[in-house]
């Protein structure tokens, strides 16, 4: 197949803090379920959570990785992560530099 018609992923999730989201980060490039994960910390999320409106500093993981690779991600996510319910979000990549894409899909399984 093709790289034309692989189908790769940008993944967003939170987490509550800097060492969940390396802990998060590091299982999931180990596991070759990402080939990167950056970390972005500190951002504000105001959103609802049991009829209340919550105003909180969580951290942002943005994972590149394949679209196969996107159901073993969540799984391992939902393992470590500390949040009941936490934001897993893939997002399609449209288009991108081809090299990166390539070395996105070597590094993922």
Excluded at 11 to 32: H, P, S, W, Y
Excluded at 64 to 81: D, G, M, N, R, S
Excluded at 85 to 91: A, G, H, Q
């Amino acid at each position: 197949m093709s790289r034309r018609k692989k189908e790769y992923r940008i993944v967003f999730m939170t987490a509550g803090n800097e060492d969940e989201a390396q802990r998060i980060a590091t299982t999931l490039v180990e596991k070759k379920l990402a080939a990167c994960v950056n970390i972005i910390s500190p951002i504000r999320s105001i959103y609802r959570w049991e009829g209340k409106i919550e105003d909180e500093r969580e951290v942002l993981l943005i994972a590149k990785t394949q679209k196969a690779c996107v159901e073993k991600l969540i799984q391992e996510v939902k393992k470590v992560h500390s949040y009941q319910v936490p934001e897993i979000i893939s997002l399609p990549i449209e288009s991108g530099y081809e090299k990166y894409l390539s070395w996105l899909e070597e590094s993922t399984v």
